[in-house]
C-alpha cells in the first residue's frame, strides 16, 4: 500500500514536471493547412515553406499556445503534397476544407495549383499565402489569397534599372522554362530591361527537363549580349546555365533578378563559375534577426535554409498576429481583415507591409526590402539596397 | 554565319556522344532481356549519387569513384535482375510495367534517403579550349574521353571475349544461342547488370555537368528512350548512329530556331521512323 | 478421389456465389459512402473514382486487343480541352461539350490508329509513349487553344439547362451514372460478337487472322472506342476541376491508368473498377509524404504482376482453387 502511493507520488510528480507549467487547462486546436510541394521538382521550395510554417508554430506552442479572443490553441500544421499538379492540389484542397476543414493553407508553391484550388479557397473563405508567382492569384475577386514574397513583377524594375547603368549593359540573351513562371517573368523582365534602355535581344524558352544549353547559349552568345539574365529558372537549371555559359566562354555579366537560390546555384555551378554573378537576394547577412533565423532553421531541421524560408515565416506569423488582432479564428472575413491592416510589421526580413493595390487590385502582396548581391567566393555580397520605388 | 554553323555541329556531336553514354545501357538490356527498362534513368541517378559520396565526400579519386558505381550498380543489377524480372523473362509487356515500378522505388527511395535539394559537385576542370574561334569546353572534353575509354573497353568485351560473345548471341537469337549452350541463367541477370552499369557510369560521369540530385534521372530516360527508338531497340550500332543523329539534331535546331522547336521535331522525327520503320534505323526487322 | 473432386466443385460454386454477392455489396457500399458520411471531401474523392474508372475502362479495351497505350492520358486530355472549348469559346451548352470530347477523341483515333496499330507490343508502347509528349508540347505551343503553361481557369461547372453541377454532392450523381453506363458499355461489348473477336486477337493475331477476323479492322475499333471512352473522362474531369493545364496530361497520367489497370486485372470487366477504387484514394492515406505512396505503388505493382498476373479481380478465383487443393 505504501509502496504503491510513493509509486504515484513519484509518477505524479515526473508528470507535473515533464508539462509545461502554463499549460493549465486542455488547449483548443488550431490547424493550419500546409498545401506545398513535397516530391518531385519543386519540392525544396515546398520542404522550405512547410518548415517555416512549422518554426512559427512550433514558437507558439512551446510557449504553451497562441491566445487568440480568450482562448488558447495549440497550432497544429497539417502538411499535404500536390507534387507541383493542378489536379494533386485540388484534391489535397478539398481534404484540407472539406475534411480537416482547416481555415488557413500556406501553399501553394506553384502557380498552376494556387488558380486551381482559388475556386474552393475562395468560395469557402480560406486565407491562403502562396508562393504563386503568377499575377492572377491576386485580384480583388480573391479578397482571401495573400502573396507573402516577392515576385519579379516588384523586384525587376528597380533591380534592372541599377544593374543596367552600374553595369552598361545595352543587350540582354535570357533563357526561361516553358512553364507558366517562365512565361510570366519573361514578360515581366524584359519589360523592365526596355524601360531600363537595354534591349532584350535574345529570348530562349525550353522544357523544364532540359540539362543541355550549349546550344541556345551558343544562339545567345551569336548575337554578342553584354549580359544573360536566368529569372524564373529552377537552382539546378540556373546553377547548370551559369558552368556552361562559363565553360563555353561567355564573359559577360550573369544576372538574376528573382527568386533567391544562390546557394544552391553556387552548388550546382562551382563558385568559380558563379563568382561575379548579380544575383536578387532577399535576406541582408549583417542583419541580426536574418543570421538568429538561419541558424535557429539548420539546426532544427539539419539542412540548409530554402530562400523563401523566411518569408514564409514572417508570413505566417503575421496571420498568427491577425487572428489574436481580430479575435477569433473561425472568422475569417475578420482576420483577412485584420491582416490587411498590418502595417511596418518587424519581421525577420525587416520591416514589411502590403501592397499591390496598382497592380493587382488588391493590397495583398508583400513590400519587403530587397537587395542586389555579387556572388563572391561562392557567398553573397550586398552591392546595393532597394525597395519597390528603386536602388542604391 | 557559317562560324555558328561549325560551333553547332561540334556541340552536336559532344552532345551525342553524351547521349550515346546515356543511351548504351538501355539498347543492350533491350536486346538481351527484351524489357524496355523505364528504371534505367535511376540507375544513372544512383550512379551520379555514388560519385557524389565517393568523390566530393570521402573524397577519393574520380576514376575510383567511377569504378565504384560501376560496381556497386553491377551487383545491385543483378540483384534486381533476380527479384523483379525473373518472373518476366519472354513477357515484353509485364516486363515493361515492372520497371515503371521499380523506378518508382528506386527514384522515391532516393528522394526519401537524399532530401529533394541538388548537391554540390564540383567540376574537375573549367574553361575551355578555343580553336580559332570554336570552343569545346574542357568539362565536356574530360566527360568525353572518359566514356570512349570505357565504351572501348565494353567493345572489346562484347567483340572478342567468350562472355560477350554469348551476350551477343543472346541479342541475335536466344533459341539458337541456347541450342550452343550459352548459359541463359547467368546471361540474363549479367545482361541487367551491365545495362545498369552503364546507366551508372553514366551518371558518375556526367554529375559534375549536369548536377546530382533524385531527380536526374528523367532526362537521360528520355534521351535513352529517343535514342533507341531511332536507332532500333536492341541495336548497338544503331544507337551510335542515332545518338549522333539526336545531338546534331537538338544543337543545329536549338541554334537556329529554338528549343521548343527542337523538341518537336524530334518528337516528330520519332514517330516518322516507327511509322516507317518499326524496328528503328538499324533494327532487326520483327515489329 | 472423385467425390472430392465433386464436392471442390461444389465449394467453389458457392463461393463464387458468395463472393459475387459480397463484391456486389462492397461496390454498393463504396458507391453510397460519400452519401452516408455526408463529407464533401469523401464526395470529391468518389467522384475522381468514377473519372478513374471511366478512363482505365478505356485502357482496357484497348488492352482486349492485345495493346497497351502510354498516350491515354493524352486522349483524356484531348477529350478535355475539347469540349472547353466547346463550353468557353462557341458558348455550347455542357451536354454538346461531352458529345463533341467524345465524337472527336474518336475521330483522332480513328485518324492515327491504322498506322499505329500496326505497331505491336513494346513498339505500340513506344510510340504511344511519344505521342504523349507530343501532344504536351503542342498544346504548350498554342497557348490560344490550350492556355498554354497558365492553363485555363474558371471552367464552367456541368450544367443540364437550369440545373448547375457546381457542387460536389450535385456532381456525384452524375460522375457515378457515367461510369456504371461506361461499365455497362465494356460489359455489352464484350458479350458481343466484337467482344469475342477482340479476344481472338488478343490471345494470338496471326491465328485470328487466318480464320478470317479483319484483325487491324478490329483493332482499330477498340481503339476507337477506348479512346472515346477516355475523351468522355476528359470532358467530365475539365467541368468538375475548373482548371486544365498540359501539364495535367504529363504521360504520368498515363502511367498512373496503367497502374490501376494492372493492378485491377487488365482483362476483366471489373479489373479498372477494382483498381480505381483501391488507389484513387491511396493518396489520401499519405498525402503528407508522397515519396512513401510512390515507393508503395511500385511495391504493389511488381507484386501484383508477379503473383497475380490477371489483377486483383483473380484474388478470389486463386484462394478458391488454394482451398480447393487442400
Known amino acids: ?392 | 554565319m557559317s562560324f555558328l554553323i561549325i560551333q553547332s555541329l561540334v556541340n552536336g556531336v559532344i552532345l551525342g556522344l553524351l547521349y550515346l553514354l546515356m543511351a548504351i545501357g538501355f539498347t543492350l538490356v533491350f536486346g538481351i532481356m527484351r524489357v524496355v527498362n523505364f528504371a534505367h534513368g535511376e540507375f544513372y541517378m544512383l550512379g551520379a549519387f555514388a560519385a557524389y559520396f565517393a568523390f566530393a565526400v570521402a573524397g577519393l579519386p574520380y576514376p575510383v569513384a567511377v569504378a565504384g558505381a560501376f560496381g556497386g550498380a553491377i551487383v545491385l543489377g543483378a540483384i534486381i535482375e533476380r527479384v523483379v524480372f525473373r518472373p518476366f523473362r519472354g513477357d515484353e509487356l509485364s516486363g515493361m510495367i515492372a520497371s515503371i515500378g521499380l523506378a518508382l522505388i528506386l527514384q522515391n527511395l532516393a528522394l526519401i534517403a537524399f532530401g529533394p535539394d541538388p548537391l554540390s559537385m564540383p567540376s574537375l576542370v573549367s574553361g575551355a579550349y578555343n580553336w580559332g574561334g570554336i570552343i569545346l569546353p574542357k568539362s565536356r572534353v574530360v566527360v568525353i574521353l572518359g566514356s570512349m575509354v570505357i565504351l572501348a573497353i565494353f567493345y572489346y568485351f562484347l567483340m572478342h571475349t567468350r562472355t560477350g560473345r554469348a551476350l551477343r548471341a543472346l541479342v541475335q537469337d536466344r533459341e539458337i544461342a541456347a541450342a550452343y549452350g550459352v548459359r541463359v541463367e547467368l546471361m540474363y541477370p549479367l545482361g541487367l547488370a551491365l545495362g545498369a552499369a552503364l546507366a551508372a557510369m553514366a551518371g558518375a560521369f556526367m554529375a559534375p555537368l549536369f548536377g546530382v540530385s533524385p531527380f536526374v534521372g528523367g532526362t537521360p530516360l528520355l534521351k535513352a528512350f529517343i535514342v533507341v527508338i531511332l536507332g532500333g531497340l536492341g541495336s548497338i550500332p544503331g544507337a551510335v548512329i542515332a545518338s549522333m543523329l539526336l545531338g546534331l539534331i537538338e544543337s543545329t535546331t536549338s541554334t537556329f530556331f529554338g528549343a521548343s522547336t527542337a523538341d518537336i521535331v524530334v518528337f516528330a522525327l520519332v514517330i516518322a521512323v516507327l511509322l516507317v520503320r518499326p524496328s528503328g534505323l538499324l533494327g532487326h526487322k520483327e515489329a | ?326
Open chain 3, 1 to 326: 478421389m472423385e467425390k472430392s473432386t465433386a464436392q471442390t466443385g461444389v465449394t467453389q460454386a458457392s463461393f463464387w456465389t458468395v463472393g459475387r454477392g459480397a463484391f456486389a455489396l462492397a461496390l454498393l457500399a463504396a458507391a453510397l459512402f460519400p452519401v452516408i458520411s455526408g463529407s464533401t471531401f469523401h464526395f470529391h474523392i468518389a467522384i475522381m473514382i468514377c473519372l478513374a474508372i471511366i478512363a482505365t475502362m478505356g485502357l482496357g479495351v484497348i488492352a482486349r486487343v492485345g495493346q497497351l497505350s502510354l498516350c491515354h492520358g493524352a486522349f483524356v486530355g484531348v477529350g478535355a480541352y475539347t469540349s472547353m472549348l466547346m463550353v468557353m469559346r462557341l458558348e455550347l451548352p455542357f451536354m454538346a461539350g461531352v458529345v463533341a470530347a467524345v465524337v472527336v477523341t474518336s475521330l483522332v483515333a480513328a485518324l492515327i490508329g491504322g498506322p499505329l496499330l500496326r505497331l505491336r507490343g513494346v513498339y505500340f508502347v513506344l510510340i504511344t509513349f511519344a505521342l504523349n509528349e507530343l501532344f504536351r508540347l503542342v498544346m504548350l505551343e498554342f497557348p490560344g487553344l490550350s492556355g498554354g503553361s497558365s492553363g485555363i481557369a474558371n471552367i464552367p461547372a456541368a450544367s443540364f439547362g437550369s440545373l448547375v453541377l457546381d457542387e460536389k454532392a450535385t456532381f456525384y450523381p452524375l460522375a457515378l451514372i457515367s461510369a456504371v453506363l461506361v461499365v455497362a458499355l465494356v460489359a455489352l461489348v464484350d458479350r458481343s460478337m466484337i467482344g469475342r473477336r477482340f479476344s481472338a486477337v488478343e490471345e494470338n493475331i496471326t491465328l485470328a487472322e487466318s480464320t478470317g477476323i479483319a484483325t487491324a479492322r478490329t483493332q482499330n475499333l477498340a481503339f476507337i472506342i477506348g479512346s472515346g471512352i477516355a475523351g468522355f473522362a476528359g470532358a467530365l474531369m475539365a467541368h468538375y476541376i475548373g482548371f486544365l493545364s498540359p501539364e495535367t496530361f504529363h504521360f504520368e497520367l498515363s502511367v498512373s491508368y496503367i497502374i490501376m489497370l494492372v493492378v485491377g486485372g487488365r482483362l476483366a470487366l471489373w479489373g479498372p473498377v477494382v483498381g480505381a477504387l483501391i488507389l484513387t484514394p491511396l493518396p489520401e492515406f499519405l498525402r503528407g509524404a508522397m515519396e512513401f505512396q510512390h515507393v508503395f505503388y511500385g511495391v504493389a505493382l511488381i507484386v501484383i504482376l508477379s503473383f497475380l498476373p490477371n489483377g486483383l479481380v483473380s484474388l478470389p478465383d486463386r484462394l478458391a482453387r488454394l482451398g480447393g487443393r487442400k
Open chain 1, 1 to 392: 500500500m505504501k509502496f504503491k502511493s510513493t509509486l504515484a507520488l513519484a509518477v505524479g510528480a515526473a508528470i507535473a514536471f515533464s508539462a509545461p507549467p502554463t499549460v493549465a487547462q486542455e488547449n483548443k486546436t488550431l490547424k493550419v493547412g500546409a498545401l506545398v510541394t513535397l516530391s518531385g521538382a519543386g519540392a525544396s521550395w515546398g520542404r522550405g515553406m512547410l518548415e517555416a510554417t512549422e518554426l512559427a508554430a512550433s514558437k507558439y506552442n512551446e510557449a504553451g499556445g497562441i491566445e487568440v479572443g480568450g482562448e488558447t490553441y495549440d497550432i497544429e500544421v497539417i502538411a499535404y503534397d500536390d507534387s507541383y499538379k493542378a489536379n494533386e492540389a485540388v484534391s489535397a484542397a478539398n481534404r484540407l476544407v472539406y475534411d480537416d476543414e482547416v481555415k488557413y493553407i500556406i501553399g501553394t508553391v506553384g502557380s498552376a495549383p494556387i488558380l486551381a484550388i482559388q475556386p474552393i479557397t475562395e468560395k469557402e473563405g480560406v486565407i491562403t499565402m502562396t508562393l504563386g508567382f503568377t499575377s492572377e492569384a491576386l485580384s480583388p475577386e480573391k479578397p482571401y489569397t495573400f502573396r507573402p514574397n516577392l515576385t519579379t513583377a516588384e523586384v525587376a524594375q528597380p533591380q534592372i534599372d541599377w544593374v543596367v547603368e552600374s553595369q552598361g549593359i545595352e543587350t540582354v540573351g535570357a533563357l526561361f522554362p516553358n512553364d507558366e513562371t517562365g512565361e510570366q517573368i519573361a514578360k515581366d523582365v524584359s519589360a523592365s530591361y526596355e524601360r531600363a534602355g537595354a534591349e532584350m535581344s535574345a529570348i530562349e524558352f525550353f522544357e523544364r527537363d532540359q540539362v543541355d544549353f550549349v546550344p541556345l547559349l551558343t544562339r545567345i552568345m551569336s548575337e554578342g549580349v553584354d549580359a544573360i539574365e536566368l529569372d524564373g529558372n529552377s537552382p539546378e537549371t540556373a546553377g547548370q546555365i551559369v558552368q556552361q555559359a562559363r565553360d563555353i566562354g561567355f564573359e559577360g555579366a550573369i544576372i538574376r533578378t528573382g527568386g533567391p537560390a544562390t546557394a544552391e546555384i553556387v552548388n550546382v555551378a562551382g563558385a568559380e563559375a558563379a563568382e561575379g554573378m548579380f544575383v536578387h537576394a532577399g535576406l541582408d547577412p549583417s542583419k541580426d534577426s536574418v543570421n538568429a533565423y538561419i541558424t535557429e532553421y539548420e539546426e532544427t531541421f539539419e539542412h540548409s535554409m530554402n530562400g523563401f524560408s523566411p518569408f514564409f515565416y514572417d508570413g505566417a506569423n503575421m496571420l498568427f498576429q491577425a487572428m489574436q488582432e481580430a479575435g477569433t479564428v473561425e472568422d475569417t472575413d475578420a482576420v483577412r481583415k485584420a491582416l490587411e491592416s498590418i502595417e511596418s510589421y518587424e519581421g525577420v526580413l525587416g520591416e514589411l507591409s502590403w501592397t499591390g493595390e496598382d497592380r493587382y487590385g488588391i493590397a495583398h502582396q508583400i513590400d519587403a526590402p530587397f537587395y542586389v548581391a555579387q556572388v563572391r567566393d561562392g557567398k553573397e555580397e550586398i552591392v546595393a539596397t532597394c525597395d519597390i520605388e528603386g536602388c542604391e
